[in-house]
Each structure stands twice: as C-alpha cells, then as structure tokens.
C-alpha cells in the first residue's frame, strides 16, 4: 500500500526564520509531488509541484526532491504568521490517484 | 484559474435522507474526484470520474455513489446518510491523471443528526 508520511507537528518558528517541512513516501515509482496549505476549515491549495530531482524554488517556497531517498521537503523562507497552516504533501505513483499524507501543522509565532 | 465551485458550503441534514452534493469545474478537466475530510485521517478519496459516465471506486466508497452526467459536474450522493457521514467533502479536478496538479473546491461541510 502507498504511503506517504508527515511529522503530524505543530512544527513552530519564529517570524522571519526558514521552515522545514519534510515528507516521506513509500513507493519508489512515484513520479510527482505537490505541496498544498490549508488553513483552518478552507480547502488545500496547491503550492509547489516538483518532478525532478533537485530543487524548485517559487518565491519564498523551495520544494526539494531525493528520489533515491524518497524523501521531499518544503522549505519557507522568512517565514510570516499567515504562512500558518497545515502542510499536506502528496504523491503521484501513476495509477490515477495521489497518496496524501495527513499532513503538518505550521506555527508561525510573531 | 481553475475554478471549482461546490453547491453548498454548509449543510445539514437528517439520518436517513438522501443527500446530493454537487461540484462544477469550468476548465474542461478530464478527471474529477470527491474526498472527505477528517481529523487525524486525512483525506480519503471516495470516488473519482476520468470521464463523462465513467466512475471508479476509491478507498471508501461505501454508502456514496456518484454520477457524471456532464463532464464539468460531479455529484456525490449519499443513499441515506448516517452520522458517520458527517465530514467536509472536498472535490477536486484534475486535467491529466498522469501529470499535473490537482484543484479543490471550497469544500462542503455536512453535518448529519
């Protein structure tokens, strides 16, 4: 079974401070990963998407892949108090449907 | 922008009734997709359509079906919802189920009493 894993958090930083949020995944196949936020009773919203090994950076985001390890990270930069929210990443395996992982809670505190 | 609208943000019904929650996409995306929400279980995909009258099952299918009528609306129906139904059921689209990103609606939340 896919699987795709989270620290459940909360993780928290300070305003200003980079952070680090990391997801595993199980299926060595996996071919696509996205990052969606979702705040407090909203729906996620996408925020990077990465195929390749190596880094994507998007303004303050940088979304990092290691397929060898199965492993992708979300990195925020300067982080701000709106950037509080919950992280969900999610996998793409090719068969249709993506893997969500449950997701990381993100404190940003002013 | 992809928009993905949900014909109700809120909702209540009773134990028993028959529930329809309706989702509309207006990017011409192939593959449309129902999740629910819980805490501390994430998302789980119920089911999901690649095409017009085409349906797949998903994790949790039981007690929902679904019909694609038209391909920028999805329905999620729930036969005679019961309070383990209650939940905020989110669609999504999607253009191409190999590659690209997947979009969400605001979401419905359905409490049953």
């Known amino acids: 079974q896919k699987e795709v894993e989270q620290n459940s958090g909360p993780l928290s930083v300070p305003e200003g401070a980079i952070a680090s949020l990391n997801c595993t995944y199980s299926?060595?196949?996996?071919?696509?990963f996205f990052w969606y936020r979702q705040y407090s009773g909203k729906s996620p919203e996408l925020i990077m998407f990465?195929?390749?090994?190596g880094d994507k950076e998007d303004g303050r985001f940088t979304a990092q892949l290691n397929k060898a390890s199965q492993y992708v990270s979300l990195l925020i930069r300067d982080s701000q108090p709106s950037d509080s929210a919950t992280y969900l990443c999610?996998?793409?395996?090719?068969?249709?449907?993506?893997?969500f992982g449950k997701g990381t809670m993100l404190l940003v505190s002013p | 922008d992809v928009k993905v609208t949900q014909s109700s943000r809120y909702l209540v019904k009773r134990t028993g009734e028959k529930v329809f929650l309706e989702c509309v996409q207006d990017?011409?995306?192939?593959?449309m997709f129902w999740y629910r929400q819980d805490p501390g279980l994430g998302l789980r995909l119920i089911y999901f359509?690649?095409?017009?009258?085409?349906?797949e099952k998903g994790d949790i299918p039981e007690g929902y079906s679904v019909s694609r009528e038209k391909k920028e609306r999805f329905s999620l129906i729930l036969e005679s919802a019961s309070t383990n139904q209650t939940s905020m059921y989110l669609c999504?689209?999607?253009?191409?189920?190999?590659?690209?990103?997947?979009?969400f609606g605001p979401g419905t939340r359905l409490t049953v009493t």
């Open positions: 999504a689209t999607r253009r191409d189920l190999r590659l690209y990103e997947q979009y």
């Open positions: 299926d060595r196949g996996s071919q696509s």
């Open positions: 990465i195929y390749s090994n």
């Open positions: 999610a996998v793409f395996s090719g068969y249709s449907t993506l893997t």
């Open positions: 990017m011409d995306h192939e593959n």
């Open positions: 359509s690649y095409d017009v009258k085409m349906k």
